[in-house]
């Protein structure tokens, strides 16, 4: 079930123009005078130039062009007019030559608006790799943390075949996970030992304050902000008071693995970072409780392939 509605949400839009282009078809089989209805089919054709672009636009004003054409070649009859029975061959090219036309534009539109956004959204994750290096430059421990963790939780995600949307969001939560460190005691963040159990709850207190400074821009990063508070929630919760098996979102699971791992190999100022392997096992043996057990063994499969490119 899960990955039926997995594959219904990664393929909603190519779903929607079929089903749009079957139930017209449907209409038409119980027409008489199928002419009069034509123009039923720039519904999908506008809809896949909406969502879809240009090239599956074009597609399907050519299936339906090919469509009616056959239905007319097998049963000329449906397209006679009252008055008289010449078969509307002209007004059948130029319904044709608009429904594709009206493909390509509607199409061309969407693709032009895609691409500002993809810019815009380029030069959004920019900022915040600019944002993330320089939030961790004061501390050498942790720099370039960020960037490291966005790059394993990217891989993890699209390892897993999620929607790309959900991933720009994940890649967006992962470069700006540790943003709330900044209302955070810099002597509390530098500080050479290990800390105790007060210093501890301060520490972790960073998710909340994260989520309070992302939400002071608004909208833009609501779908990230979830994603940063949740990222040290265990996969399951086992507190009463919070109720058992409480619901983690996927991205947060997923930057949890990620996050973890690189926290692990990475030297501190009060311990040494662990061999990558012994950080592997450790994921393994915390999987099931703390993290999510998909989002790891899609870690170790991303983590294989990255070994085997170094």
Known sequence: MNKFKAFLFAHFEKILVLTLAILVVLINLFVVQQLA??????????????????????????????????????????????????????????WGGFLILAGYVVGSLYQQKEKKIQELKNAYVGVLEILA???????????????????????????????????????????????????????????????????????????????????????????????????????????????????????ARILAVADAFDAMITDRPYRQGKPHWQAMEELDRCSGVQFDPQVVEAFKKVYAEKAEVV
């Open 37 to 94: 209805f034509l123009n039923f089919y720039y519904l999908p054709v506008l809809v896949s130039g909406y969502v879809l672009g240009r090239k599956m636009a074009v597609l399907t004003a050519l299936f339906c062009v090919a469509l009616i054409v056959f239905s007319a070649i097998n049963n000329p009859q449906l397209f006679h007019s009252k008055d008289t029975s010449l078969f509307f061959i002209s007004d059948l090219m130029l």
């Open 133 to 251: 290096k320089y939030l961790e430059s004061y501390d050498r421990y942790t720099r370039s943390h960020s960037l490291r963790v966005a790059d394993y939780a990217t891989s993890i995600a699209i390892a897993m075949e999620l929607p790309r949307n959900q991933v720009e969001n994940i890649k967006v939560a992962a470069l700006l996970h540790d943003i709330g460190k900044v209302e955070i005691s810099s002597d509390l963040i530098k500080k050479a030992a290990s800390l105790s159990e007060e210093e501890k709850r301060e520490m972790a207190t960073h998710t909340h304050k994260g989520v309070e400074l992302l939400s002071m821009v608004g909208p833009v990063l609501k779908d990230a902000m979830p994603i940063v508070e949740a990222h040290h929630e265990y996969f399951v919760n086992n507190r009463p008071e919070e109720g058992i098996g409480k619901q983690v979102p996927l991205g």
